[in-house]
């Protein structure tokens, strides 16, 4: 070996080690958000409007099919959105909605539901009970109604219905999707009116499998996936008042498009994934956290002054570890990933299991964060929704084809 080739390599190694050094300096002195910063962060960001590109995305389906519908009088006059059991559709359908300025069109939401009724079995009297507020509703049986297409004239159709979250209107026990059925007859009967329908994926998937629902709406629009520069809009207005400015001029790795692309891979485009991954990358000064005064912050200032209580510093952004999951842990996961949100009731009658029998595992992966827990209703939490997939896909899960 020449001499050159021996200098170059001690060269190298040099300044890998230099590099090595250096980071672990900064790891040492950062640290992960404590709660109270994650509390307020995650609160202003779910105070954000949508991403634009899902408010554009609906907004033009919902123009287009109302056009053909008021044009046509045997078309299609429901519109299905469509999204990750872990995405905010009802909010995203409700942003998409406050901006839209198209045809003339008078909407309501006779079912806001967010969350599902407590008594499942008595949702379609519920379903039939709110639609009687509607005079632009017949809520007659279906059977009974006769042939309304001919009865009806193209000026009739100025009304838009939305339901925000078709997942909550049902659940998958003995007679739970008698209502889902119920629903789809109300759609199909009443055409003067134009529907708008959001689910999840995976309880459109089931839905297809127990009812067929897919022969019934044949306009489905799913939301697309962001890219880096999208999510990068998006979290924009928050990133930019708490990332150090610094650090967003001079630093490739934590506020270059580098850093947003790779935030969208790992979050397979999904906003409330790329929101909870962006949120674990952030790291805060080891001596801020000294100062003892964490509880007194107020991020609201931020959004006036332009200016960050502490300096904030983006990591690599990483999906965090699926903990080990029992085969309980995994049938209790894959119902609420269907449901979008449910009450530890609902999901124990999901299950056929007492309440009791799987209390254990609800706190278990409420503690391994997996699970969160709002207002009595839990969820899965979005950013281990990836892993998740993979998970119930290879113990033979039926999952949906988002």
Known sequence: MTHSLVHSIRQKFQSWFTQAQAAVAIEDEELELPDVIQTQLGQKIQALPCSQIYQTTVQEAITAGVENWQRHLDVANSLIILGSPVEPIAKILSDSLQTWHNPPVEVFTPLPWRMRPHDPLIMSQQIQQA?????????????????????????????????????????????????????????????????????????????????????????????????????????????KTIVEPEAIEDSEDNLGQAYWRTLASQSSGVSSIAFGVWLNSLRIKRDQLEDGNLSQLNLSETATTNKTPFTLRQTKPTLPSLPPLTGIDRYLLHSLLIHGQMSHVHLALSLGEPESQIQARIQGLLRAGVLASSNGMLSVRAAHYAKLKIELTNNNFFVGED
């Not at 507020?133 to 279906?142: F, G, H, R, T, V």
Request: charged share 20%; glycine share 4%.
């Open 131 to 239: 639609l009687q507020a509607y005079s632009q509703i017949d809520i007659k049986n279906p059977k009974d109604i006769g042939d309304l297409l001919e009865a009806e004239s193209l000026a009739d159709r100025k009304t838009l219905m939305m339901i925000p979250c078709l997942d909550q209107c049902f659940l998958r026990c003995i007679g739970g999707w008698n209502s889902i059925e119920y629903l789809r007859d109300m759609v199909i009967h009443n055409r003067n009116c134009f529907w708008v329908i959001g689910c999840n994926h995976w309880a459109w998937d089931f839905l297809d499998f127990v009812c067929q629902i897919s022969a019934y709406f044949s306009e489905v629009k799913p939301l697309p996936e962001l890219d880096g520069a999208m999510i990068q809009t998006w979290l924009n207005p928050i990133a």
